[in-house]
C-alpha cells in the first residue's frame, strides 16, 4: 500500500492483498482515503485506463472550498434547526492573523473535505468583546464550535469546541471526535 498525502492505492499483485481488499480481477485499481476508507474501484486494462482512473479518483478525493452560510450566528443556528440532514454548525472564529489563515485552509483539505456535508459552516469575526464570544466563551482565535441546532440552550447546543489548533491531524481527529458523539446522542 502507497501513502500519498492521505491518499492510499492498493496493487493487487498477490493473492492475500486481492482477498483482504475483495478484488475479483488482477487489474483492479482501489482507492482509499486518508481513513483507509474505499472511495473508488475501477477495473483497467490499458495504460490510459489506468491514467484516467488515477486522474478520477483524484478529482473525487480533492480538495473542496467551505460555502460559508452568511447572516447572524444565531439566524443560522435557527434555519439549521430545521433542517432534516441533522448536520451540525461550526463556528469558525477567525482573526486576521496567519493562523486564522491556516485553519481555513486546512478545513478544505480533501481528507476533511467529506465531512462538509455534516456541517454548516459559519466565519464569525473573533472579537472578545463581542456578544457572540461572550455567548459562547471564546477567548482565543481560532477557535470552532460546534453547535448542535436541535438544542434550544446554548450552553447544552456545544458539541465540542477546539481552541487554537490548525494542524490537519488534530482537525481531523476533532471532527470524528464530534460526530461520533453527536451520532451517539441523536440516537438517544
Given at each position: ?37 474505499e472511495?473508488?474501484?475501477?477495473s ?6 489506468v491514467e ?32 432534516s440532514?441533522?448536520k451540525?454548525?461550526?463556528?469558525v472564529?477567525?482573526?486576521d ?32 468583546t ?11 482565535a481560532?477557535?470552532v ?18 481552541v ?25
Amino acid at each position: 500500500m502507497k501513502y500519498n498525502s492521505n491518499f492510499y492505492m492498493v496493487r493487487c499483485a498477490d493473492k492475500a492483498t486481492s482477498d483482504k481488499v475483495k478484488s475479483d480481477a488482477i487489474s483492479t485499481m482501489i482507492f482509499f482515503d486518508g481513513d483507509g476508507k474505499e472511495y473508488y474501484r475501477k477495473s483497467v486494462s490499458t495504460l490510459d485506463s489506468v491514467e484516467a482512473t488515477y486522474q478520477k479518483a483524484m478529482e473525487m478525493y480533492a480538495r473542496r472550498p467551505i460555502s460559508w452560510a452568511t447572516g447572524e450566528v444565531s439566524e443560522v443556528v435557527s434555519q439549521s434547526r430545521g433542517d432534516s440532514k441533522k448536520k451540525l454548525v461550526a463556528l469558525v472564529f477567525l482573526d486576521d492573523k496567519k493562523d486564522s489563515e491556516t485553519l481555513a485552509g486546512v478545513l478544505e483539505d480533501r481528507w476533511l473535505a467529506k465531512h462538509q456535508d455534516r456541517l454548516v459552516f459559519t466565519k464569525v469575526a473573533f472579537d472578545r468583546t463581542s456578544d457572540t464570544c461572550k455567548k459562547y466563551a471564546v477567548s482565543a482565535a481560532p477557535t470552532v464550535i460546534l453547535v448542535n441546532p436541535s438544542e434550544e440552550d446554548p450552553k447544552k447546543s456545544i458539541v465540542d469546541t477546539m481552541v487554537a489548533k490548525k494542524e490537519l491531524v488534530s482537525v481531523h481527529a476533532f471532527l470524528v471526535k464530534a460526530f461520533d458523539k453527536f451520532d451517539k446522542a441523536s440516537k438517544k
